[in-house]
């Protein structure tokens, strides 16, 4: 995607949630169910192309409106930031393409593999790259959610959705050599502090790091799909 598609889509997207924030609040109008069920359908294929996961589940603002209600959200400003966290990871995403900041080694690699059944995992595969060009930078929760993609990954090719990567990644049937790499991996982020627990000492990650685990799950997250699917065709 180049900057003024970029553009366009982050554009469409915000008036997707102005009509959301409208309906939800004190704005609302007749003709803004039929807008957004047409902006709505543009914008998820547009994501879709862009590989990008929709994180917005309300096909329409009657079934969004009825979502604030089921919550609770009694405050208009409880609808706003609801609306506006919906899309935030994606915004901050085409923000940067629209400045021409280039993506990591192996990220198209990695989105083209998270189409299907595994495209929700794109979710923490961008929030993982979000965290580490936000401001401040946040270096722990980048290889948190680098590692929980992986992890997520064999959990939706295994069929295992409350399995841990630990658990069941020799289900997949990986080179030895490769699966203990991961398992690692997935160690190391479980043993610093403040990854994927909490901490008492001052965390020392680094860029250095959190790039190094994007990378390295991108890659895993390639390998782990292409060996499992070819197992279940051979089988």
């Known amino acids: 995607m180049d900057a003024k598609l970029a553009k366009e889509l ?59 209600k089921l919550q609770e959200m009694k405050k208009y400003a409880e609808r706003r930031a609801c609306v506006e966290e919906l899309y935030s990871a994606i915004l901050l995403d085409l923000k940067r393409v629209e400045r021409h900041a280039p993506n990591p080694r192996n990220w198209a690699k990695a989105n083209d593999v998270l189409t299907d059944e595994l495209s929700p995992v794109r979710t923490q595969w961008l929030k993982a790259k979000n965290f580490i060009f936000s401001k401040p930078p946040d270096y722990e929760n980048s290889i948190k959610e680098s590692i929980s993609a992986v992890e997520s990954c064999l959990m939706v090719l295994l069929h295992e959705p409350n399995g841990t990567l630990g658990k069941i990644i020799k289900q997949a049937k990986l080179d030895p050599d490769i699966e203990r790499l991961v398992s690692q991996a997935y160690g190391y982020a479980s043993n610093k502090d403040f990854v994927r627990h909490g901490g008492t000492e001052e965390s020392k990650l680094t860029k250095a790091e959190a790039d190094f685990f994007l990378d390295f799950s991108a890659s895993s997250i390639v390998y782990i799909t292409c060996k499992i699917k070819r197992t279940s065709t051979d089988a």
Do not use: W
């Open 10 to 68: 982050g554009s469409k997207i915000q008036e997707l949630q102005a009509l959301m924030v409208a309906f939800a609040t004190d704005g609302r109008t007749s003709d803004q169910p039929r807008l957004y069920r047409e902006l709505y359908a543009d914008v998820t294929i547009e994501l879709e192309k862009a590989k990008y996961e929709n994180p917005n589940p309300h096909k329409s603002l009657e079934v969004f409106y009825a979502h604030c």
